[in-house]
């Protein structure tokens, strides 16, 4: 069973801008796939079109035995509740500590207080930060917050695990570092697709690659 | 996921939403802490900037403050025009020279005069001795040697408009028998012609002001929308729905709107009360039993509810426009 398929999908934006061309692939459930391609090569706009940011202009895009076409707009949210997705900015809130941020999912989807607090700890301690759960992410570095984004992004047990250039921010050490906590989950059984354009580290990992180039499907379909 | 050919644990199997479904006792608690909790941090968020919040409260306070008083005050006025017989009649004074058998005859005639309801005669002697009893001048009566009161008929017009009155009054001063035919109670009229006016008036003003109140609850948080972009967006990407987005803002205007109302209340008694006493005071001078009356409960429960209903519209009205905008990219 796949966890994502692409029949025939393109992209194109207001403006006449073709992000992806034609694209076909599938991911099965639990594996673990890279999408590279320079920037501009149509990274970003297959993730979105996922975590349905976009729709397509033309082709099927399915997660899971669920066409997105026909997910309405009020849908969207449960969609993403099925998702859990990595921010090459973080994507944090400066306002709240380190533990609030990590519990939104939750607490968007009415977790119970005590659960979510538990599932919470779970999740900083898998990335390694639960001491500081009580601090303001302000004030953690890069490779931290970007640990904080995972945690995140896993806290809810997703399926699906995505990533937009997760280590783009980060030294080569810590990237590594970051790419194995991707594996962990995903030899739990979580399907994830992590964009980068880290070739060399992509390439050390051994993980199946997906390359678009111009916003077409060059390898690994 | 294919759910009928994978087991429920393993090693490389997915977990997928049967590990993590919430039940729906959790999703309805966690619901209404979810109103409780995002109610009072809306309100924190409002004393975070104390200053800019009591200006906002200000104005709408006064905006709502404003129709609340001249609605109310209106209200006196009617209750103060209540006390009297607000039927206009037409008292005609009888000439000196008619008999009394003649204003008697004069009186019968008029009985059967179209555009009179009723005829009621007060004969001199009944109006010497109406006088002395009431007037409290009655003393002064001893200088005459006769009696120095005409005799009066007062009528009851059918026709009650200004201009039905006046053409009658100029009919009946007419006649040889009267010397003189006045309207009484045509000045109530035309205070409750005044007053309605006035109430007109006044509803189009809280009108304004209240689409002023809405306005302004919107516009601010409009504001707070936009400096929580970030948070949104955020919120929007992990699977927020619109009514969770929504929430906080809607409560900022229920308690603009709450707060707005009770300073507004606050600010009409207390304008009531320091005039309270002067009226009093020039109602006691006319032997009035009036006295100032607040908004009462049935006022107080509408200036409340108006408030909390314009401040929640406000903020409806912005988060659902500028919400659909705000959309992760």
């Keep these: 069973m796949a966890a994502i398929s692409f029949t025939n999908v393109s992209k194109r934006y207001e403006g006449g801008h073709d992000a992806l061309v034609g694209v076909d692939f599938s991911l099965q459930s639990g594996e673990m796939a890279f999408l590279t391609g320079h920037s501009g090569a149509g990274k970003s706009t297959l993730l979105k079109l996922i975590m349905l940011m976009e729709r397509p202009s033309r082709g099927q895009v399915m997660v899971g035995d669920q066409d997105l076409a026909q997910l309405q707009r009020n849908m969207i949210p449960w969609h993403r509740r099925r998702i859990g997705v990595v921010f090459q900015n973080h994507q944090l809130l400066f306002d709240r500590t380190v533990f609030d941020n990590v519990a939104l999912p939750l607490q968007i989807s009415g977790y119970d207080p005590v659960d979510a607090a538990r599932r919470v700890r779970a999740a900083l301690s898998k990335v390694g930060l639960l001491e500081k759960e009580q601090q303001n992410p302000i004030s ?3 490779g931290e917050q970007q640990r904080i984004g995972i945690a995140r992004a896993i806290v809810h047990k997703p399926q699906l695990l995505l990533a937009d250039e997760p280590t783009g921010n980060l030294d080569p050490a810590l990237s590594e570092d970051v790419m194995h906590l991707f594996e962990q989950f995903n030899r739990v059984g979580t399907t994830v697709l992590i964009a980068s ?11 199946r690659t997906i390359t678009l180039s111009g916003g077409r499907l060059v390898s690994g379909g | 996921m294919d759910k009928s050919n994978r087991p429920d644990q393993g090693q490389n199997i997915p977990r997928g939403a049967v590990a993590h479904r919430v039940k729906f006792g959790d999703k ?3 619901w209404s802490n979810h109103h409780l909790e995002v109610s009072v941090q809306s309100l924190q968020r409002m004393l975070l900037t104390p200053v800019a919040t009591l200006m906002t409260l200000a104005v709408l306070a006064i905006a709502l403050a404003l129709p609340g008083f001249m609605l109310t005050a209106l209200q006196n006025i009617q209750q103060l025009g209540s006390g ?7 008292a005609l004074y009888i000439n000196d020279s008619a008999s009394d058998e ?3 005859q004069f009186s019968l005639e008029l009985m059967l005069h179209d555009g009179l309801r009723s005829v009621e005669l007060i004969e001199r002697a009944r109006a010497l001795q109406d006088f002395s009893e009431y007037s409290g001048f009655g003393d002064i009566l001893s200088f005459f040697d006769s009696n120095p009161l005409p005799a009066v008929v007062l009528v009851l017009p059918v026709d009650q408009s200004e201009q039905g009155l006046l053409t009658l009054q100029a009919e009946l001063a007419a006649l040889p028998e009267v010397d003189e035919a006045v309207v009484d109670m045509l000045w109530i009229q035309r205070l409750q012609a005044y007053i309605n006016l006035a109430e ?3 509803w189009v003003l809280a009108g304004l002001l209240g689409l002023t109140v809405l306005l302004v609850v919107g516009n601010t948080i409009r504001m707070t929308l936009e400096s929580r972009r970030d948070e949104i967006i955020v919120a929007k990407l992990v699977g927020a729905t619109d009514a969770w987005v929504r929430r906080p803002f809607l409560y900022s205007g229920f308690w603009y709107g709450l707060l707005g109302a009770l300073l507004a209340w606050v600010l009409v008694q207390g304008a009531l009360w320091l005039m309270a006493d002067n009226v009093n005071q020039l109602a006691q001078l006319y032997m009035s039993g009036f006295s100032v009356q607040g908004l009462g409960v049935k ?10 209903l314009l401040g929640v519209s406000g ?4 988060t659902g426009r500028h919400l659909r905008e705000i959309e992760p990219t």
């Design chain 1, 140 to 142: 953690l570095s890069s």
């Design chain 1, 197 to 207: 354009h880290d070739l060399s580290l992509i390439n050390r990992m051994g993980h």
């Design chain 2, 28 to 30: 309805l608690r966690s």
């Design chain 2, 84 to 90: 009297w017989d607000t039927d206009p009649r037409i």
């Design chain 2, 102 to 104: 003649r204003v008697e």
């Design chain 2, 200 to 202: 007109r008036f006044s």
């Design chain 2, 299 to 308: 006022g107080s429960l509408l200036l409340l509810l108006t408030g909390l």
């Design chain 2, 315 to 318: 903020g409806w009205m912005v």
